[in-house]
């Protein structure tokens, strides 16, 4: 979902999960195409220097096409080959941007992505909670075991506002303008518009990954 597109697509998600398998997939469509299924990053960005493989997704708790896309790469991302590393990166746009990527990091920080991220966009997206104050997301996540003050006082930490400036600085180098969008080691950007559904996607960023991996 890009900028322009967000206030007429919140009245629905616009992805929804492909029926196929991976492997049917792929087999169906081939390899994939530059240009169609997925754009180089020009300029390539500098990794982190972890020696892995890295694959960014960019993606806003606003966002309904990231809630729609949310199931497939959480599967996608347990199943990680050891030369590959993983990262969100909350977008700094779209409503509510500030708080939403303090929300992650906060998350992040205190080790509870995997029990709070769908639970996030649960809360916006089908509760339809507007969230748009630190105590009200204080307050879900209380709701889910975690302590409130912990919660704020790591919400309202320089270490999260660090990692804000950081996200915000690498969605500009990638020149991010929609979301979820996966970066593969900084190369290469594809996404489920561009390749053209939620496993689709997926197929594309595996078949970048070996692209990579060869040389």
């Known amino acids: 979902m890009n900028r322009r597109d967000f206030s007429a697509a ?39 220097a972890t020696g892995k493989i890295e694959v960014l997704e960019f993606f806003s708790y606003a966002c309904p096409h990231c809630n729609a896309f949310e199931p497939t790469i959480e599967a996608w991302s347990k199943k990680l080959p050891a030369d590959v590393a993983f990262r969100r990166v909350p977008a700094p746009f779209l409503a509510n941007a500030e708080n939403f990527m303090k929300t992650y990091y906060t998350l992040e920080t205190l080790n509870q992505v995997g029990t709070m991220q769908r639970k996030v966009f649960a809360a916006v997206h089908v509760d339809h909670q507007y969230l748009d104050k630190p105590a009200d997301i204080a307050a879900l996540a209380a709701k889910n075991g975690i302590d409130s003050t912990k919660f704020l006082d790591t919400f309202n930490s320089f270490s999260v506002a660090t990692s804000v400036a950081r996200a915000k600085k690498l969605a500009a180098a990638y020149k991010l303008d929609g979301v979820p969008s996966l970066m593969v080691n900084g190369h290469f950007n594809t996404s489920p518009s561009l390749a053209g559904g939620a496993d689709q996607a997926m197929v594309v960023t595996d078949y970048l990954i070996a692209r990579v991996r060869k040389g």
């Open 10 to 48: 919140l009245v629905g998600t616009g992805i929804g999960a492909a029926a196929l398998s991976f492997t049917t997939v792929a087999s169906a469509q081939g390899d994939p195409v530059e240009g169609k299924q997925f754009v180089k990053v020009e300029p390539p960005v500098p990794l982190m």
